[in-house]
């Protein structure tokens, strides 16, 4: 049974940082595209980044350029997103990602696999 599970969302002030986690299980998604959305309450899903199978390509959407980095390790299933100089507005569920393709993009539909997310909550 393939599992994604998400850590290290919670409560930050405005500015600070926080590193979320999420690791794979019931496969290897060594050659899988992994991504990170998030979604606030009464809000859609949302795309945040994505990177491809290798690590060498990544992508994010407006409003988390510069300030998220998207990473992983192929030899641990895991994928990373760095957040830092956290606003109000990044306060949602973060929600993990893989696809079946070597990168996903940021629709929603290139994604197979979803975590349950975690909570991330900011400050003013």
């Known amino acids: 049974q393939v599992q994604l599970v998400e850590s290290g969302g919670g409560l930050v002030q405005a500015g600070g940082s926080l590193r979320l986690s999420c690791v794979a299980s019931?496969?290897?998604?060594?050659?899988?595209?992994r991504a990170w959305f998030r979604q606030a309450p009464g809000k859609e899903r949302e795309f945040v980044g994505a990177?491809?199978?290798?690590?060498?390509?990544?992508s994010y959407a407006d409003s988390m350029k510069g300030r998220f980095t998207i990473s992983r390790n192929n030899a641990q299933n895991m994928v990373y997103l760095q957040m830092t100089n956290l606003k109000p507005e990044d306060t949602a569920v973060y929600y993990c990602a893989a696809s079946h393709s070597y990168f996903g993009g940021s629709s929603l539909s290139g994604y197979a696999y979803w975590g349950q997310g975690t909570q991330v909550t900011v400050s003013s």
């Open positions: 990177i491809n199978w290798s690590g060498s390509t990544t």
């Open positions: 019931g496969r290897s998604f060594g050659s899988s595209g």
